[in-house]
Every structure is written in C-alpha cells, then in structure tokens.
C-alpha cells in the first residue's frame, strides 16, 4: 500500500457530508435505517468531535481499499484518516461490513 497513491485528501468543508454519503451507503444486506436528515446528522456530529472545534488544524485523507486483514475485501471496506497538525495525533477510522 502507498499512502500517497491510496489515500485521497478529503477537503474540511465536505468531510461530514463523505461520512454521512458512507452512513448511507449502509451493507450488504441492509441500508441504514434511518432518514437523510438523521444520516447527516451523524455524520456532521462526528466531524465536530473529529475536528475537536479546530478543522483549520486537521487534514482528513480516506481509502476504499482493504488495506489490513481486518477488512472484507468488499466495497464498504472504508478508511478515515484524520490527522492532528497541532496536536500531532493521527486518529484512524475504519469500517468494513459483511452484515
């Protein structure tokens, strides 16, 4: 794997709408089951949390690759990777789903 070439560098301002695009992307089997709205929501109250009230500070990248054994090899196979430039934390979210 090649971080420069994997990874793709998601700007601030959309962060929380690629979250609630993958929110509502749901599984295999099953799809969220909640609204767009509720969806959104989630997705917008965890760049908060994520951002930590200092999204200037954060550079986001993501990668639909299964890039660990952990993952399933299939397309919801998803990577977040949020890096801290002031606190100089990379905090990694990941998620993968088989139902």
Known sequence: MD???????????VFDGALTDHIL??????????????AKELGTRLAY?????????????????????????I???RTFVVIDTLEGTISLHCSTTSD
Do not use: N
């Open 3 to 13: 971080f420069e070439e994997d990874f793709e560098r998601v700007v601030r301002s």
């Open 25 to 38: 992307d749901g599984g295999a089997y099953r799809s969220f089951p909640g609204t767009f709205f509720e």
């Open 49 to 73: 949390e994520l951002f930590k009230g200092r999204p200037s500070d954060m550079w986001i990248y993501t990668c639909p690759l299964a890039w660990s054994e952990w993952f399933c090899g």
């Open 75 to 77: 397309v919801w196979d």
